[in-house]
């Protein structure tokens, strides 16, 4: 390993400049990384990759290297991951550890040796999370699903069918010698192996792909629209699941966008356009209870209601949630999702669909709101899982779904994903039907 080259002085002072605003957690880390590649704007390509890749081993493993390096400050813990995360030795880091580091890591690294480590603590979840985990899960289970949650996630692509086949995407970047898979369950979706520039991408630019983890992917098509429909995405937020219903009802009936931020929704209208998307008709609101909301009640045949959420179920690619999330904002989330659940309702004509959607796999975001709302609206039904799932399998790979453990007294009818199962993000999505009475 050629330290020197891979570790110049640069090098380092991005990293640890760049998380020493990362981890006061004040805001999400992909925004403070990208306000921070606009301060360096001389970076190279190859720089960039090796900061950005050291930047979020740090706070994915952050209470790990806490606890290593008993210390929070930003260059201990970039030491602490290389010796921790990437096996460098000491000695390989020598000549480039100021006087003084040497001496402090060569004594944790004895330190720690004999130090007996908790779960939560090995795994990097605060305990409040690991907690609520193993209650739902179990003590084993929860260790599948942290150490999942501790790899990177894969980047993901949805082929756009207004515009193209997955098998002519496919060809396409193997001719570009980039490695693609198709992804297991979703027939839309393409994995590739490594990091592109995507937005410079010609079938980007296009409108061909679209970047969207295959379990965004899944939770959309359980929405199942038909053409000539009216379908409501009821937090359409920057339109990604909005685009693959356009997709599946071939630009027929009526979609509706509806976000109570409206920045998020303009910036839908270019994604439209790229996409070759004619049926959506984006509707900014104030809140669930907007009366813009009532020209459409009882009258959608479908409405998705992606909820806002906690995101625990993103810590591959969002590994800071866990650090900013609290006890206090999961409840005030789960008192947002129901009143955001109950509204979507009254918009579902009698035998339509509700589709409940959250990207966490905390009970109570999932399983308790959607209990909750049952007992107070009898006139819905949850339709079981392996009916909505029947389909899906891989032509190719002939994998039949499986779906992902269901916590202590869950809601049996959900599809769950997790990343230890099904290599997406973790996702719960449950649908329920209006009795036709």
């Not at 060569?106 to 690991?130: C, F, H, N, T, V």
């Not at 900013?324 to 409840?331: D, M, S």
Request: aromatic content about 8%.
């Amino acid at each position: 390993m050629n330290l020197r080259a891979e570790w110049h002085p640069q090098r380092v002072q991005a990293v640890v400049q760049a998380l020493s605003e990362a981890l006061t957690f004040a805001a999400p880390a992909d925004k403070v990384l990208s306000a921070f590649w606009r301060a360096w704007p001389r970076l190279g390509q190859r720089d960039r990759a090796w900061v950005a890749e050291t930047y979020y081993g740090v706070i994915r493993h952050y209470r790990r290297l806490t606890v290593w390096a008993e210390s929070t400050a930003p260059r201990h813990l970039l030491l602490a991951w290389l010796v921790v995360g990437r096996g460098v030795s000491v000695a390989q880091l020598a000549p480039l550890l100021r006087r003084e580091e040497g001496e402090w890591l060569a004594q944790r690294k004895a330190a720690i040796a004999g130090y007996a480590w908790r779960d939560a603590e090995r795994l990097s979840m605060p305990d409040w999370l690991w907690a609520r985990l193993v209650t739902a899960y179990g003590v084993e289970e929860t260790q599948r699903i942290a150490s999942s949650m501790l790899q990177p996630a894969p980047l993901d692509l949805r082929v756009n069918t207004l515009k193209a086949k997955r098998s002519d995407v496919m060809a396409t970047f193997m001719a570009e010698g980039l490695e693609a898979h198709e992804t297991p369950w979703s027939p839309w979706g393409v994995r590739l192996a490594e990091k592109v520039a995507l937005q410079r991408h010609p079938l980007y630019r296009d409108g061909i792909v679209e970047v969207q983890d295959e379990g965004s992917q899944l939770v959309t098509r359980l929405v199942a629209p038909k053409r000539r429909q009216t379908v409501v995405d009821f937090c359409a937020g920057a339109g990604g699941k909005t685009l693959v219903l356009a997709a599946l009802m071939v630009n027929s009936g009526q979609i509706y966008a509806c976000d109570a931020i409206a920045k998020r929704l303009a910036g839908l209208h270019p994604r439209l356009a790229r996409a070759g998307a004619t049926n959506v008709q984006p509707m900014a609101i104030a809140d669930e209870h907007d009366p813009k909301l009532a020209r459409l009640a009882g009258k959608a045949d479908r409405v998705l209601v992606d909820v806002p959420c906690s995101g625990i179920g993103t810590l591959r690619r969002n590994p800071d949630f866990k650090w900013r999330q609290t006890e206090a904002t999961v409840a005030a989330l789960t008192a947002q999702q129901a009143s955001i659940l109950a509204a979507a309702a009254r918009l579902v004509k009698p035998g339509g669909r509700l589709i409940y959607v959250t990207c966490s796999i905390l009970p109570e975001e999932n399983d308790r709101v959607v209990q909750t709302f049952l007992a107070a609206h009898p006139a819905f039904a949850p339709l079981p899982w392996n009916e909505l799932t029947a389909d899906w399998q891989h032509g190719t790979h002939g994998t039949a779904f499986v779906n992902g453990p269901c916590p202590t007294d869950g809601v049996p009818e959900a599809v769950r994903l997790f990343p230890h199962v099904h290599g997406c993000d973790g996702f719960f999505a449950v649908v329920l039907e209006r009795r036709s009475v």
